[in-house]
């Protein structure tokens, strides 16, 4: 017999997080490392919040000279961080990363129809080190993201090399951290949990999410 | 024939000394290249295993758990794991070093499962070797939810619940109907100490014997929903109180209600909608005024307010049941009768392509477009009916799912039977109202909204 909260799951309403990460050559080592730590530690305060448990689903997308789906839409539930490989050197494909995310979101985000309960509108978090090196590519997808009715959109740029002028292009929502260690990554993801909550109580009205204020380490780029 | 005696066949003679010498020589070589040996398989083995990609699925505290690995047989020759009875799961071995976990997680966290192993080959029972895996548990999501209460200084303060029984007399020693109503706050605002937004009011107008009822969700991220849902739902019962307590309102809106139903012509039908209009669409109109007075006087914007309106009026006349009604918004509002199967809905949910969009009461277009707005407006000549509903979606997502499931008789079966077996529904039964706030708590995975009910019956 299929198990009931399963059925449930699968019916209900879910809030998809959708998380792009710069995997090029300049995250190898300790940046990568911290993310992980970071990530890890974003998972398991996400896991004692009740309506996250409930809804919060997450996909992890890589981007480097390769873009990868890490780990499709899953909920957070069975969610299990997968292994992270970033390779030696490489161009930063982000315009690829996000026309990737594009036919992922097609693909996995419900849309509400008389048979079935649409997911709420889906959250972006893209993180990077340095700046697209497929620059059409990246102007193009621009316009095609915003199509995709994400909720809300943060991008964060890491560490001296990150350039925030692209960013800007696809989001208001741009943050900076100056170093790319582990204090930084943890308090960024922190505040992404944080982020993620809200966006699970924000129903209906709003057009774009109120986040919560950024911690110090996090600055924002206006 | 012993070593020494191979020597010398082989033409080797050697002093006692210098036999025993080459006799430790070669058995320190030997032993060395076997020490090598035992340990490269060892090492072997160890790296094999440790690569071996076990992953077993997440657990959920209080929920059944099983999960299996397989080791390989060609290399491990017996096994267990540690640390699965700390979080109340068993490893069970089978044949061909297959392992099933299973149990009832008792503790949530990530963990590590430690697997102890003997190599093939290993020769000292004592030389085990060991490998962890990471197990996690989440907590069971029921537990966690805090239920804080609403800080009763905050702007706008309304009670976490509600509920009200509104009993009306027997009349000639036949039973009235009567109306029950709860309201109750989601366990996503309790969790975070957030007010109720819903709200609901209903009355019976004796003098004329009418019944109001109105039912309004406000949106969970306004700010001032609270007092969004409360003015939609006092402004519009007032309205329609204060129109039917004008007797030539009164007189010729129940004539052209009676005239429709002797004769169902355009004319008649004209005039009973414009009657229908002024009480009902009014109703929604002064309300939608009476927020945007609000917002003005607060210096904020109208959408602050936004809240969803479902109001209906009602009464009993010697051809049947009257029904007109007004529906912004989602949630449902349904005449339900149980003995006919039967069961008609007073227009449909306003859903968008996402979770929680909706239309509300407060966005001006409600009432700039007269074709959609007159779409709002429902009327219905009843011989007689089990139930008129009106509910948020707080109660209406859980119960029906989707939009689909409105129109299928078997779940307004269904929801019904859910609510009699707990929310007794008999004639004057003032204490349905509990049952009923107590029914509003039932469990519903991902469906934590605020949740209010209101049943003519």
């Known amino acids: 017999m299929p198990d009931i909260y399963s059925l449930l799951r699968n019916m209900g309403r879910r809030l998809p997080v959708y998380m792009l990460i710069d995997t090029s050559g300049s995250m190898r080592g300790e940046p990568i490392e911290s993310v992980k730590v970071g990530l890890e530690a974003m998972l398991s305060s996400l896991r004692q919040e009740p309506y996250a448990l409930d809804t919060v689903n997450i996909s992890i997308i890589t981007f480097d000279r390769e873009v990868k ?26 315009g690829a990363a996000l026309e990737l995310l594009c036919k992922q979101v097609d693909a996995e985000v419900r849309l509400s129809t008389p048979e079935r309960k649409g997911d709420w509108m889906p959250l972006l978090f893209l993180l990077t080190d340095g700046k697209p ?14 199509k995709r009715h994400f909720a809300s959109i943060v991008a964060c740029a890491a560490g001296m090399h990150a350039k925030t002028e692209p960013l800007k292009q696809l989001t208001d929502q741009v943050f900076a951290l ?11 993801f922190q505040w992404v949990s944080a982020s993620i909550e809200i966006g699970n109580k924000s129903i209906g009205a709003t057009d ?8 110090e380490e996090v600055n924002v780029i206006v | 024939m012993d070593l020494k005696d191979r020597l010398s066949n082989l033409m080797i003679e050697c002093s006692d000394a210098r036999f025993e010498d080459f006799t430790q020589w070669i058995v320190k070589k030997l032993w060395n290249e076997y020490d090598k040996d035992c340990m490269d398989k060892r090492v072997i083995i160890e790296n094999q295993i440790k690569e071996l990609p076990i992953v077993i699925p997440n657990g959920t505290v209080g929920k059944e758990y099983s999960a299996t690995i397989r080791l390989p047989e060609d290399v491990i020759e017996d ?3 540690d640390g699965l009875d700390d979080i ?7 044949e061909h ?23 093939k080959g290993c020769i000292d029972e004592k030389d085990l070797l060991q490998r962890g895996f990471p197990i996690v548990i989440n907590p069971d999501p029921r537990t966690l939810w805090k239920d804080v209460p609403t800080p009763e200084d905050i702007e706008y303060y309304q009670p976490d619940r509600d509920h009200t029984y509104v009993k009306v007399e027997a009349r000639d020693g036949i039973p009235q109907k009567d109306i029950v109503a709860a309201s109750q706050r989601g366990r996503s605002h309790a969790h975070e100490g957030n007010p109720r937004d819903d709200h609901f009011r209903v009355e019976y107008l004796e003098d004329c014997g009418w019944y109001v009822m109105a039912v309004a969700d406000g949106a969970g991220s306004a700010k001032y929903s609270r007092k969004g849902s409360w003015l939609a739902c006092d402004t519009s019962v007032e309205h329609c109180k204060s129109y039917f307590s004008d007797e030539k309102s009164l007189h010729d809106f129940e004539e052209y209600i009676t005239t429709y139903n002797g004769e169902a012509n355009d004319e008649y039908r004209k005039l009973l909608g414009d009657s229908i209009h002024q009480l009902i669409g009014n109703a929604a109109f002064k309300s939608y005024k009476a927020i945007e007075a609000e917002a003005v006087s607060k210096g904020v914007p109208i959408k602050n307010y936004a809240t969803t309106l ?28 149980k003995e006919r199967k039967y069961f008609k809905l007073l227009g449909t949910p306003d859903e968008g392509e996402f979770a929680g969009q909706t239309r509300f009461l407060t966005m001006p277009e409600i009432f700039r477009d007269a074709t959609s707005f007159y779409g709002r407006l429902k009327f219905s000549i009843e011989q007689d009916f089990t139930a008129l509903m009106l509910m948020t979606d707080g109660v209406s997502d859980p119960m029906f799912e989707t939009d689909a499931n409105l129109n299928k008789i078997e779940k307004w079966d269904a929801l019904w039977e859910n609510i009699t077996k707990e929310v007794k529904l008999t004639d004057d039964n003032t204490e349905s109202q509990y049952q009923l706030m107590q029914w509003l708590d039932f469990w519903s995975q991902g469906n934590h909204d605020d949740r209010t009910i209101a049943i003519l019956y």
């Not at chain 1, 100056?178 to 960024?188: E, I």
């Not at chain 2, 008792?106 to 963990?111: D, E, L, M, Q």
Request: aromatic fraction near 14%.
């Open chain 1, 69 to 94: 789906v890490l780990a499709p839409l899953t909920p957070l539930e069975d969610f299990q961080l997968p292994e992270i490989v970033v390779p030696e050197s490489g161009p930063t494909f982000t």
């Open chain 1, 133 to 146: 090196s497929d620059k059409q590519a990246y102007n193009n997808v621009i316009p095609e993201i915003k």
């Open chain 1, 178 to 188: 100056d170093t790319l260690d582990s204090a930084s990554f943890k308090k960024f």
């Open chain 1, 208 to 215: 774009e999410l109120e986040l919560p204020p950024p911690p």
């Open chain 2, 79 to 81: 096994y267990w794991l």
């Open chain 2, 88 to 94: 109340g799961l068993q490893g069970n071995p089978e």
């Open chain 2, 97 to 119: 070093n297959v392992c099933t976990i299973s149990g009832v997680p008792t503790t949530a966290g990530s963990f590590e499962i430690v697997l102890r192993y003997k190599y």
């Open chain 2, 310 to 337: 479902l109001l209906a009026v009602c009464k009993k006349f010697d051809f049947g049941w009257f029904v007109a009604s007004f529906w912004v918004g989602d949630g449902a509002m349904c005449i339900y009768d």
